[in-house]
């Protein structure tokens, strides 16, 4: 019969047996700190926080970094703790050749007998199935996008820059081949894409193509761990994303188009997935030979025999055809609906967006220009993405464009991010032909010139936007985050304010328009050394101080005397109510009147021989009063009402309400906020 222990004498059991230190992993792996810092990151293994430090330590010292047992007793039989226990013995050996003098020996043996470590057996216990090396990409590919971009130091060697180099422009190459990108965004920070690859929405950052510092706060150590892993995942990926549609991987590499800043045109796709017409495309800069000149001639040719035919096709079948291409234009009866708000407060839905199929050849139609001023690499990514075939830029960009000529008539749409420049072309002594070709950054006739944001924009709708929104040099549209849903209350910057605004907000905006003109009108009219011409008409009364405010309503006694109705009349108690509710809305616009006045640095008193001030006619005073009793009457009545239904509610739901209502009301002061910034600027600009 095996021992009872009794309770409190053994130390190793509950949290004390599920958890170990690190000091104590470390111990019984036998391998120094580094290498188990590089053995976690490879397992996917990572600290535990136990509920209680106290129980998990088994010694008085405090620690504070804690892993599963369980964890550790599986690496006890991990084939890379053997790599690294061969590189310890080599490390050994060259330092005993270098202490012989033996140069030749150490430089062969770091040479020939350093151990290789081979990740593939991890990728494969990490990710059972294909889905989940894909839910874990969002990481790597950001990690990999950012070293990519690095420049090579000490820590950051060139061939591991190259590397995550060549993986990213691969993986971009099967999302251009799929259209498999569906959203991007750009911030401070870099730009956002979002991908769906087999049902699995994939988002990663980019950063901006600028000269990264190097900073020595950066352990590129582990850094570089997590790269090395990486690599081998995306390589993994990308093999059997290249396979599933076809294609041989890894595709051929232009070296040579590659040094000439090339890079998506440097490698070359093969398989049974690429269809004729990507295979007959060349990316040559614009030059054809002798036999694609010949086949384009041909080709014009038909075109304007066709063209002749169609010429000479009689006036009634030119009508049937024209009312034909009539009934072609309506709008389909099966044309996507859109839900309207039907209220105010109503839920706002997702609007139906044309398919996947349909967005994904967005482009396809055009071709375009990119400026030299322009970010080439995630213009030329978008596009091809979305079913552009033929994008030029300037031969300063690099390698791989359609055509290098600006002046191409075959280009449609023109990519600048300068303010638009205006210079006549035509000289003296120019013929016909040279000024139709306007100079560099001069603007061709039937071309559109539109800024980059165009094209974020497109993609995130779904749709081409008018072009006239984002001409050179015009105010754009606001840019904003396609994963932002928008909701009942928040702010806007798309939709104007009148969609946005409450009642109680939008009256308390006009008035408080209304009195700035009338304090500016009055402000102007002191500086110009004259008096108001209303100033009697809008302060009247002064009293032994000898300021003067606009008075409140008169206070003489009633002739009439109210009929008694008893005691507890409903009558009774909401006159009184009432007469009290308008003492204080008097008092409160009397000191509001006060205020302004001081603001406008006009003399005020309360005057009136009862201590009162006597409030005098004034154009539309009057009406503003009335709006706001009403307003903080309807404010007030809501708040009495939601106190009522509180009163309803148990302790802890109306704890939980009151934490719920004070986060809402926080969003709603900075939506308000953001609106009255905007009525602002649009006031200015009025």
Known sequence: MAKIKKKGWDRTSGQA???????????????????????????????????????????????????????????????ILNKFRDHKALAKKIARSLGRGEVGDAARLEKTAKPRISLDHVIKERYPTFVDALR????????????????????????????????????????????????????????????????????????????????????????????EFYTTLLGFV???????????????????????????????????????????????????????????DAVNAEVQRHADELARVPEPTRDIESKDQAVEDEPAA?????????GEGADVLDQPRISDTEASLLFAPYSFFLSRETPRQPLE?????????????????????????????SITHQIVDRPPILQSNVSAGCTLDEASRPARGGRMPGRTYIQPQWVWDCINQGKLLRPDLYAPGATLPPHLSPWVKPTRTAYDPT????????????????????????????????????????????????????????????????????????????DATSSQAAD??????????????????????????????????????????SEREDLRKKAARRKREEEEELERRKMMMSKKKRKLFDKMAYS??????????????????????G
């Not at 000091?23 to 019984?28: H, I």
């Not at 990999?144 to 090579?152: C, G, K, R």
């Not at 205020?595 to 154009?619: M, Q, S, V």
Request: charged share 30%.
């Open 580 to 621: 009290e509710e308008a003492a204080e809305e008097d008092s409160r616009s009397q000191h509001q009147r006060e205020l302004e006045a001081e603001a406008a640095g006009l003399p005020f008193t309360g005057g009136g021989a009862d201590g009162k001030a006597n409030r005098t006619a004034r154009p539309g005073n």
């Open 664 to 685: 809402n009301r926080q969003k709603d002061d900075e939506a308000a906020k953001l609106r009255g910034k905007r009525r602002k600027l649009e006031r200015g600009k």
């Open 381 to 409: 990514f978008l596009l091809r993405a979305y079913g552009c075939k033929r994008i030029s830029w300037d031969e300063v960009l690099g390698d791989g464009a359609f055509t290098n000529d600006e002046n191409d008539p």
């Open 238 to 296: 990308n093999y059997r994303l290249y396979t599933s549609i076809g294609l041989v991987y890894p595709p051929r590499f232009d070296a040579q188009s590659d040094e000439k800043g090339g890079e998506l045109s440097a490698f070359t796709l093969e398989g049974s997935g690429i269809t004729k017409e990507a295979e007959t495309e060349h990316l040559t800069n614009g030059e054809m030979d002798q036999g694609e000149t010949a086949g384009r």
């Open 17 to 79: 047996k599920n958890f170990i230190t690190r000091t104590q992993a470390v111990r019984k792996l036998q391998i120094s700190l580094p290498d188990f810092r590089r053995l976690c990151i490879y397992k996917g293994i990572y600290p535990r926080e136990p509920r209680n430090k106290k129980k998990a330590s088994k010694t008085s010292t405090p620690s504070t970094t804690f892993y599963y047992t369980k964890d550790i007793q599986y690496l006890l039989h991990e084939p």
């Open 495 to 570: 939709l104007p304010l009148a969609e946005q605004e409450n009642k109680d907000e939008a009256e308390q905006a006009v008035l408080d328009e209304e009195e700035q003109e009338e304090l500016d009108q009055l402000a102007a009219a002191e500086e110009d050394g004259d008096e108001p011409a209303d100033h009697a008409e809008i302060f009247t009364g002064a009293d032994d101080h000898g300021m003067d405010v606009a008075s409140g309503d008169s206070d003489e006694p009633s002739d009439e005397v109210d009929e008694f109705k008893g005691f507890g009349s409903e």
């Open 136 to 227: 874990d990409l969002d990481d790597a590919l950001s990690l990999l996008f950012l070293f990519a971009s690095l420049p090579s130091t000490s820590t950051v060697p060139p061939k591991t820059i190259s590397l995550c180099q060549r993986l990213c422009l691969e993986f971009e190459h099967y999302l251009i081949i799929t259209h498999s990108l569906r959203k991007s965004f750009i911030s401070i920070k870099g730009i956002y894409y979002q991908a769906t690859i087999q049902g699995q929405d994939i988002l990663w950052l980019v950063p901006h193509k600028f000269v990264q510092r190097m900073t020595g706060d950066v352990d590129f150590r582990i850094m570089g761990t997590f790269v």
């Open 334 to 342: 099966d044309a996507i609906d859109k839900f309207e708000v039907q």
